[in-house]
């Protein structure tokens, strides 16, 4: 199978120090890919490096055809920023032209009410925030989804329903996700391999043979209590 | 022979622009950036005198040339950019201002409405057509990168290009501007009125709506009262706009945003 995907050598240096180091992994159509690690250790970097934010070496090749639905870790917005929900979807509906989905369907799939989009960005909770930008990135109709810590912030039920909805479109649309997370329970529940980034050399390989209190231990450089369970 | 309709006509324009630009000036936190930027036009103002050129003409390129390099600096580290921006432009307001001289140098800083020629009527008003329209048709990808770059980038926009063309039109809209508040107070007008849609909008349209109306109407209010009383414009544009600013400061029960602080509360 043709990967999605292909990252080869990839490194990534800001002046003196050394973020990434020859991290190679490849990642297949209808994928889960987990990434996980400690604080620092450049995971969202590394996103921002694949979608050609930040200069790097080495190579990273993404199939022909692919659209990418970039979802960031929290931004940093002004309160009275005149923008609303609604404003910042349909720039990316004027943007995807023909491509686009339909906002409200995806409003209601995220469980985000219409009248919280109406409201401007800069008034809408942690949560409520991280819905309209995984709503902007699925009204773009992506085919690969990046998430950067998806549900931080979020509510129960709110990163009980993402969560649903990325496996649903995984299964239904054979859509492509890269997720990076601190919930290793999640990881093993959903994702199809686990690429790790800290201490020591990268790891990369599905969840049963990686979560185990040694390579977790080596990843974080210190004693993780997490179990592998049953899926 | 210009006539006060054609600088009324030239003002209006100028301002509308400027009302466009502002507003995203404001939300891209660019406000401090506005007035050393139009300071860079009067050494551009002091050179073409000399040469005996008209001196909008000198302002305008030195005006796109100090776009240019905020343009090239914004990649490198934040603080460093306005460490740079603070000593190049506040330097070329001091060069400026030995090169410029007398009279001259008062009307560069403060703004003269002087004789406007037709070609510089259509060539301005042209000029702010072409700002409005890129900003209409940018309005999209420029509330993307705003809220975030790097999701902009995904969702297909150039963002550095973006960014020049932005920079450029901004730099553009200062020498508009520059015959009717000079040197010294085009940027701000650029800001004010931006600062008061920001306050009492709840919406991108409504920001671009109610900043656009402020700034013509303070242009042509002071622009009035400055025929009147024969005093210079510029400052009295400026005293319009900051008394309709502080106007915006006022709570008004029936504002937009406080409707929306009333739901948010909830």
Known sequence: MNPVLKVEKLAVQFEAIHILNDLSFSVNKGDLLAIIGPNGAGKTVLLRALIGSIPFSGTVEWAPGTRIGYVPQKLDLDRDIPITGLDFLRARVALAGKRALDISSILMQLGLPLEVARRPIGTLSGGQFQRILIAFALVGDPNVLLLDEPTAGVDEPGEERINELVHRLQLSQGLTALFISHELSIVNRYATNVLCIGHGSPCFGPPRTLLTPETLRDLYGTEVKYHVHDR | ?266
């Open chain 2, 1 to 266: 022979m210009s006539t006060t309709v054609d600088i009324l006509l030239l003002s209006v324009a100028m301002a509308a622009a400027s009302g466009f630009i502002g507003s995203f000036a404001v939300m891209k936190r660019m406000a401090l950036a506005a007035d050393p930027l139009s300071h860079v036009a009067l050494p551009g103002i002091g050179v073409a005198l000399a040469l005996h050129i008209n001196p909008m003409i000198g302002a305008a390129a030195m005006l796109v040339f100090g776009a240019l390099l905020v343009w090239a600096l914004e990649d490198r580290a934040r603080a460093a950019t306005e460490t740079v921006i603070g000593v190049v432009f506040s330097a070329a307001l001091a060069v400026g201002s030995i090169t410029t001289s007398g009279e001259d140098l008062i009307d560069a800083l403060f703004g003269a409405t002087g004789s406007l020629g037709r070609g510089e009527l259509a060539f301005g008003i042209a000029m702010a057509s072409a700002i409005i329209a890129f900003i209409v048709i940018s309005r999209n990808s420029l509330i993307v990168a705003f809220v975030s770059p790097d999701v902009a980038r995904t969702a297909g926009v150039n963002v550095r290009r973006l960014d020049f063309f932005y920079l450029e039109a901004f730099a553009l809209t200062i020498a508009l501007g520059l015959r009717f508040l000079g040197v010294l107070l085009m940027g701000a007008l650029i800001i004010v009125p931006a600062a008061s849609g920001r306050r009492l909008a709840g919406s991108l349209s409504a920001m671009l709506q109610i900043t656009v109306t402020i700034s013509v109407t303070s242009t042509l209010i002071g622009t009035w009262i400055g025929l009147y009383l024969r005093r210079q414009t510029g400052p009295l544009i400026v005293l319009v706009a900051t008394g309709i600013f502080l106007l915006s400061l006022l709570p008004l029960p029936f504002s937009a945003r406080r409707r929306s602080q009333v739901t948010a509360s909830r």
